[in-house]
């Protein structure tokens, strides 16, 4: 079966600090990965998609994320964090030869002055 | 302006009455997908559309119906709605052009409280 973790429910950071989020997924099959973002009260929106390719894919906001299929991981990162990337982030992934879209659970990202 | 619209954005209701959340795109997508958000869950796909008149069931598709009569609606029904069906529900569209899998655009979200 299909699955999707992130490891932390809740990161807090500095502002201007750097910040990873960890997302690990389990398949059998290749795999297209994702991360949405939602900010407060709002609906989510695509930060980056890794399709094919090369590994490391960049997305707006001056995030990125990195796909390690021997480690079965797709982390986002970003160098420098600001106030406005309070928002909880959400990893999806969809198996190749199927069309469901599952999501991690999500990571809450809470920047501190 | 391209966009993913629900209706109604809060809803209030009973156990046992029936109601349909409304979900329109204007982007012409094939894709579309139901979700409910609940705190620590994450979002969990109850059913999703590759096309007019083709569904299949999500992770949760228990206690709902869906139906794609045509591309830009894909409404989400709760016959008999029960408690547990309290959430944030997501309507999203996706195109399955020649990168196969693309953005999700996503509705602002309704919020369903059953009583």
């Known amino acids: 079966a299909q699955s999707v973790t992130q490891l932390d429910s809740q990161v807090p950071v500095f502002e201007e600090a750097p910040v990873e989020l960890r997302c690990n997924y389990s398949?059998?099959?290749?795999?297209?990965l994702f991360w949405y973002v939602q900010y407060p009260n709002q609906g989510l929106q695509l930060l980056l998609k890794?399709?094919?390719?090369?590994?490391l894919v960049k997305g707006i906001n001056g995030f990125e994320a990195e796909f390690n299929k021997s480690q079965t991981s797709f982390h986002l990162r970003k160098p420098s964090v600001h106030i406005s990337d309070t928002a909880e982030y959400f990893c999806?992934?969809?198996?190749?030869?199927?069309?469901?879209?599952?999501f991690g659970k999500g990571t809450r990202l809470h920047i501190l002055p | 302006e391209a966009q993913v619209t629900q209706n109604p954005r809060y809803l209030i209701t009973v156990t046992g009455k029936k109601l349909t959340v409304t979900c329109s795109q204007n982007?012409?997508?094939?894709?579309m997908s139901w979700y409910r958000q609940d705190p620590g869950l994450g979002l969990r796909q109850i059913y999703y559309?590759?096309?007019?008149?083709?569904?299949d069931k999500g992770d949760v598709p228990e206690g709902y119906k869906v139906s794609r009569k045509e591309k830009r609606n894909f409404p989400l029904i709760l016959e008999s709605p029960s408690p547990n069906q309290t959430s944030l529900y997501f309507c999203?569209?996706?195109?399955?052009?020649?990168?196969?899998?693309?953005?999700?655009?996503f509705g602002p979200g309704t919020r369903l409280t059953v009583l």
């Open positions: 999806a992934v969809i198996r190749a030869g199927d069309d469901k879209i599952i």
């Open positions: 398949s059998s099959v290749s795999v297209y």
């Open positions: 890794y399709l094919s390719g090369s590994t």
């Open positions: 982007m012409n997508h094939e894709y």
């Open positions: 559309s590759m096309n007019v008149e083709v569904t």
């Open positions: 999203a569209s996706m195109t399955k052009g020649t990168s196969k899998y693309n953005e999700q655009f």
